[in-house]
C-alpha cells in the first residue's frame, strides 16, 4: 500500500513540475524567423503588452524632456507612471505565458522606473538620473532583441 501512495506522489509531483516549469519558466514561446523567442499571446493579450510598452516609451520622453529643464520633481512623477504599480493590471492568464526572462526583464525595468523616481525626489541630480535612464533603456533593448509577440 506505501510503495503504491509513494509512486501516486511521485506521478503528481513530476505533473506538478512540468505544469510549474511551463507556467512560470517556458511560457508559450516558439522560436521566430529571426531567432527571437516569439511569445504566443490572444489579440487582447499582445495589445494590453504593446500598451503597457508605449506607456514605458511615453515615460522615457517625459523622463528626458525633464531632465533637460531640470524638473527632477516632474521626472519622478513620470517614472512613476512605469514603476512597479504598473504591474497590477497584468491578468494570471498572461503572466503564464510569458517566460521566465520576460518576466525577470518587465519585472526589473518596473523596479528600475521606481528607483528613478525615488533618487530624482532625493538626490535631485540630473547627470545620475540620466545615468539611471541610460541603465534602464539597456532593458528594453535587451527585450526587445530577444522577443517578439505573435498572435497564437
Known amino acids: 500500500m506505501c510503495k503504491v501512495c509513494w509512486s ?22 516558439v522560436i521566430a524567423d529571426d531567432s527571437r523567442a516569439a511569445i504566443q499571446l490572444s489579440r487582447a493579450e499582445r495589445d494590453l503588452v504593446l500598451s503597457e510598452m508605449r506607456i514605458f516609451l511615453q515615460s522615457v520622453q517625459q523622463i528626458t524632456k525633464n531632465i533637460s529643464e531640470d524638473k527632477l520633481d516632474l ?7 512605469s514603476g512597479r504599480n504598473a504591474q497590477a493590471e497584468v491578468p494570471g492568464s498572461l503572466i503564464g505565458k510569458l517566460p521566465l526572462e520576460f518576466k525577470k526583464l518587465g519585472s526589473a525595468t518596473h523596479a528600475k522606473f521606481d528607483e528613478l523616481a525615488l533618487d530624482a525626489e532625493q538626490l535631485g541630480d540630473p547627470d545620475h538620473t540620466l545615468m539611471q535612464l541610460g541603465s534602464l533603456l539597456e532593458n528594453c533593448v535587451s527585450c526587445h532583441a530577444a522577443f517578439k509577440f505573435e498572435i497564437e
Do not use: D, H, P, T
Not at 501516486?8 to 514561446?29: D, H, R, T
Not at 521626472?75 to 507612471?81: D, E, L, S
Open 8 to 29: 501516486i506522489a511521485a506521478v503528481l509531483l513530476i505533473i506538478s513540475s512540468g505544469m510549474a516549469y511551463k507556467f512560470i519558466i517556458q511560457g508559450e514561446v
Open 75 to 81: 521626472v519622478a512623477n513620470a517614472a512613476r507612471k
